[in-house]
């Protein structure tokens, strides 16, 4: 629910993406796109400068409308592989960007709260 607090977020490739909390909202966030909330240093999101505080809008020209959509964009993405991001910031200046995964070292998760708890998982 509007407000609870992130409920799910995505780890890819040093990236933390969720769904845009209540504040983001509140500032006049896209209608579409997942949250990109953070950045891990030494992450090829970091390496190859992806912000955090946009929203990652498109994965190799695929549209991204939420997490479900940004999880099933880059399924098929392999390690290694160069992959053509397109992000917005809350102003709505698009960036697009090129990154290389790097699976080994950065592998992707998905954490959710779930009655009460939270769980991990691996995303293949």
């Known amino acids: 629910p509007l407000g609870a607090g992130a409920e799910r977020v995505v780890v890819w490739c040093g990236l933390l993406l969720q769904a845009p909390h209540r504040a983001v909202l509140e500032m006049g966030a896209p209608q579409t796109g997942v949250y ?4 891990l240093y030494g992450s090829p999101g970091h390496f190859y400068a992806i912000k955090a505080c946009r929203f990652v809008v498109e994965v190799d020209g695929k549209p991204v409308s939420d997490l479900d959509g940004f999880v099933a964009a880059v399924a098929s993405i392999g390690d290694g592989d160069a992959v053509r991001l397109k992000t917005s910031d809350l102003q709505g200046q698009v960036v697009a960007s ?9 592998p992707s998760h998905e954490f959710a709260f779930v009655e009460n708890d939270w769980t991990v998982r691996p995303l293949s």
């Open 36 to 39: 990109c909330s953070y950045y």
């Open 98 to 106: 090129t990154l290389k995964t790097d699976y080994r070292f950065w």
